[in-house]
């Protein structure tokens, strides 16, 4: 059976922290991984990783993909109150594009 | 403005009542999903559409029904015999053949069933 792992499921940190999210995953016809985050309703779009070790980087936020140990991390670093969100990952594991979610990391940063 | 829009924001219905929640876009994607949301679950497939007049079920389909008449909607029908049908249901579009696997969501419907 398909699934994908996230962890921690929620964490609390103080402004300025660094926050490491992991999404692992197990399925069957791997084709790419997407972060998303989540504040109050829509989520919206972070990275989409496809090929191992190579990282993707946006201001403060970085993700990193190993395809051997089928695993992903999303850094935070500096952390803000803005960053106070769920974070999802997701798998897609079709040619077309089914995705696969996680239960995703509720993260809050604490003034 | 390009987008998906969902419509109630907030919906209310009594039991063993059908309910029809609205998605549309004007993205010109050819395929949309409709996800189901509750607190420690991420999200869940319930249908999803590649083309106009085709759809295919999700993991969690049972209770729900949709249609795909226009590319533009993708309506969600919230039966009776859905048994637990109070949640944040997301829908969402993605272009076919460009490479990009991203997902666009709508800022979701919240239902509540009483």
């Known amino acids: 059976e398909d699934k994908v792992v996230q962890s921690p499921l929620s964490l609390v940190v103080h402004e300025g922290d660094t926050v490491t999210l992991n999404c692992s995953y197990e399925v069957t016809n791997f084709r790419s991984l997407l972060w998303y985050k989540q504040e109050k309703k829509a989520p919206t779009f972070l990275f989409m990783l496809t090929s191992s070790g190579i990282e993707k980087k946006s201001g403060r936020l970085s993700s990193i993909l190993d395809k051997k140990e089928l695993f992903s991390i999303l850094n935070i670093t500096a952390t803000q109150t803005g960053d106070s969100a769920i974070y999802l990952c997701?798998?897609?594991?079709?040619?077309?594009?089914?995705?696969?979610f996680g239960a995703g990391t509720q993260v809050v940063v604490t003034p | 403005d390009g987008g998906i829009t969902q419509s109630p924001k907030y919906l209310f219905r009594k039991e063993g009542q059908n309910v029809t929640l609205s998605c549309e876009q004007n993205l010109n994607h050819d395929a949309m999903y409709w996800y189901r949301q509750d607190p420690g679950q991420g999200l869940r497939l319930i249908y999803y559409s590649q083309i106009v007049n085709d759809f295919q079920k999700g993991d969690i389909a049972e209770g729900y029904s949709v249609s795909r008449e226009k590319k533009e909607s993708f309506p969600l029908t919230v039966t009776s015999a859905q048994k637990n049908p109070t949640a944040f249901y997301l829908c969402?579009?993605?272009?076919?053949?460009?490479?990009?696997?991203?997902?666009?969501f709508g800022p979701g419907t919240r239902l509540t069933v009483t």
């Open positions: 997701a798998v897609v594991n079709d040619s077309w594009g089914k995705f696969q």
């Open positions: 969402a579009s993605s272009p076919t053949g460009t490479g990009s696997y991203e997902q666009y």
